[in-house]
């Protein structure tokens, strides 16, 4: 049997977990994460858009995705300009203790539903490009590789697909 976990957007009562989601990232393998990033001000900023999804279970937050606005990112020239209106997932989470469990999968396909709710055709990432784990997830979901940048301090590999 499937298991069917609470998935919905965020509120300010899930701040301090949310956060401590985010450092427990900070070390991991391939996380470029640090103490200043994800900051409070980013959970500001996905706030103000509704743009910050959890998954709960049992009233613990085990999983976040960002429905994200970059202007820097959207500028990149490699994107489809016939997926427009796209949309961005971001800071994609999942607890230590709670990975290897399909959660990052069932976000991913609930951030896309998201985006399709929101009106968007196409959804474009960017994922570190040595993280070899998450460049599997998105290709299992039919992303495409379509170019490269450097942002943020880091190499990135540019993913999108069509919704």
Sequence with gaps: MKKEYNIVTATEQDR?????LYKAQIGREFCPWDEHYPSNETID??????????????GIIKAAISVE????VDRLPCWNKNLEPEGELARLAVLPTEQNRGLARIMLERGMEELKRRGCNGIHILVGKYN????RSY??????????CYLYDQDFLCYEKRL
Excluded at 16 to 20: K, Q, V
Excluded at 132 to 135: D, E, L, P, V, Y
Excluded at 139 to 148: K, L
């Design 132 to 135: 070899t784990k998450a460049i």
């Design 16 to 20: 301090e977990e949310i956060l401590a």
């Design 45 to 58: 900023a996905d706030f103000a858009r509704d743009g910050l999804l959890v998954l709960k279970e049992d």
């Design 69 to 72: 606005e970059d202007d820097e």
């Design 139 to 148: 290709a299992v979901f039919g992303f495409d590789e379509v170019g490269e």
